[in-house]
């Protein structure tokens, strides 16, 4: 039972830092994607695509790495429920343009691929944090007294 209490409370702060770490990795991995992006911008959108790729990818960066800057600064994001059901419905390889572009092109762009790929995975590792951080984020100050009583 002791285990189940350690793990609720530690898993948040592991998932945090990794998070952290998930963010300075895209950050490194966006700089090496500069040639490939330098070439995904001469690819013409498909008929009915509002948005280029870079475009699309530019939009879920800059939500997906807001949110995760909010739990690197804070441990927490700002309108948590509205977050995480947008995150939810934020799937990368929905993207018509994105999938276009990571499935029809077999060996191009591999940087590319991994930043969208790494991008993906730290949606998804926000959205596992934030449940599990509520509890555990939220009060802070009352975890060791949870754990002596518990």
Do not use: C
């Amino acid at each position: 039972m002791m285990t189940e209490a350690t793990r609720t409370i530690q898993n948040p702060e592991v998932t945090r830092n990794y998070i952290n770490h998930l963010l300075k990795q895209l950050t490194f991995d966006y700089q090496n994607t500069k040639q490939e992006r330098k070439e995904i911008a001469f690819l013409s959108p498909a008929s009915g695509e509002e948005f280029t790729v870079l475009e699309e990818i530019e939009l879920l960066t800059s939500d997906i790495r807001g949110y995760a800057s909010q739990i690197q600064a804070r441990g927490w994001i700002e309108n948590e429920q509205e977050a995480i059901e947008r995150l939810q419905t934020m799937r990368v390889f929905d993207v018509p343009a994105i999938a276009r572009v990571y499935f029809a092109t077999d060996g191009d762009y591999q940087h590319m691929k991994a930043y969208i790929r790494m991008l993906d995975y730290l949606r998804l590792l926000i959205l596992e944090y934030l449940p599990s951080a509520q509890s555990a984020v939220a009060k802070p100050s009352h975890q060791g007294s949870q754990q002596e009583s518990g």
